[in-house]
């Protein structure tokens, strides 16, 4: 396989696995945040607005993760500079 | 396909380039500023108000609250900056209804700037409410050993406020840009409507990670003594 299969191969499976897997961790802890946000409120239904917003911004930072592993996809799919590269490597011949 | 709002170029003269990022940000300044100079042209202090003037005080007397519950005593100090951040992204994201929109924040030399500047006022207004020693002091806080975590905590955590309004934003455009090839539109439509909640909900993230930031530089003191014979 030359330069160009393995960059082409490499780039779109570790695009798809790390957008599977790097999703998984941060659903999981997000799905436990709302779980004690929701038993907290049924205990103290007076400090909602402050649970409520807790869990907004708490949720937000355990989504940025999941953000950050989509960025590295989407830029390993359209904007790769390895794949560019190759590309006009093979261009200029 | 078109990652960021960067590659969709108006104008170009050798290396100035006019891309649809900046012009847009423009729209949204001109409409902001010209917006508000209108609305308060003639403000009134009496029980008869305009409507817009009623609903920019909603807009304003809101964040103050939010800007308290955080932290920050005296929040008519901060709501200048922290309520410019709130409503440009807010309007960012909400004028994705017009057809033809790209929001501005999509790219990610918008939302860096935006990072940058909550990088710069943070120091800024810790300084100016403990004086350059005693802020300096703070980043040696609990211990001296903490002091490069604390160095590199303020950085990381601008670059997360910049990499996590870029990816949520530039995730809404691509999913509905990639559904508009495969679906019938009802449901191009429906993720716009689902990017529209996003985007508000990261504008207010946002503004709300940059006012516990200012108010950790601040160092938010207990709440003032509570006013006694409050009758």
């Not at chain 1, 989504?63 to 799919?77: D, G, P, R, T, W």
């Not at chain 2, 691509?174 to 504008?203: K, N, R, W, Y």
């Not at chain 2, 207010?204 to 108010?215: G, K, W």
């Amino acid at each position: 396989m030359d330069n160009m299969t393995i960059i082409a191969v490499a780039s779109i499976l570790v695009a798809g696995m790390t957008t599977s897997f790097g999703t998984l961790a941060p659903a999981l802890a997000e799905g436990k945040a709302v779980a004690t946000a929701l038993t907290s409120l049924a205990q103290q239904p007076d400090a909602s607005a402050t649970i409520t917003r807790t869990l907004f911004v708490g949720l937000a930072m355990i989504e940025s993760l999941a953000i950050y592993c989509f960025v590295i996809s989407m830029i390993l799919i359209f904007a790769n500079p390895f794949w560019h590269y190759v590309i006009a490597q093979t261009a200029g011949k | 396909m078109r990652l960021t709002p960067d590659e969709w170029i108006f104008w170009q003269h050798g290396f100035l380039k006019l891309n649809a990022t900046i012009v847009f940000t423009w729209v949204l300044m001109l409409l902001l500023a010209v917006g508000s100079k209108l609305v308060t042209r003639k403000l009134s202090m009496d029980l008869e108000r305009a409507h817009w003037q009623n609903l920019l005080e909603i807009v304003v007397t809101g964040i103050e609250k939010q800007i308290e519950e955080v932290g920050l005593h005296s929040p008519e100090r901060y709501v200048g900056f922290l309520g410019t951040l709130f409503l440009f992204l807010a309007t960012a994201s909400l004028f994705t209804v017009i057809p033809g929109y790209e929001p501005p924040t999509g790219s990610l030399s918008t939302t860096a700037a935006l990072a940058l500047c909550v990088f710069v006022a943070v120091p800024l207004f810790g300084i100016k409410e403990r004086g350059l020693g005693g802020y300096l002091k703070s980043y040696a806080e609990p211990t001296a050993i903490m002091l490069p975590f604390n160095i590199i905590s303020e950085l990381s955590r601008t670059l997360a406020l910049a990499v996590r309004l870029f990816g949520n934003m530039m995730s809404g455009v691509m999913i509905v840009g990639i559904l508009l090839t495969i679906t019938p539109f009802i449901f191009p439509a429906v993720m716009t409507a689902l990017g529209l909640l996003t985007g508000m909900v990261q504008a207010y993230i946002f503004t709300i990670l940059a006012a516990v930031y200012i108010a950790a530089a601040v160092g938010s003191r207990k709440a003032k003594v509570e006013p006694a014979l409050k009758t």
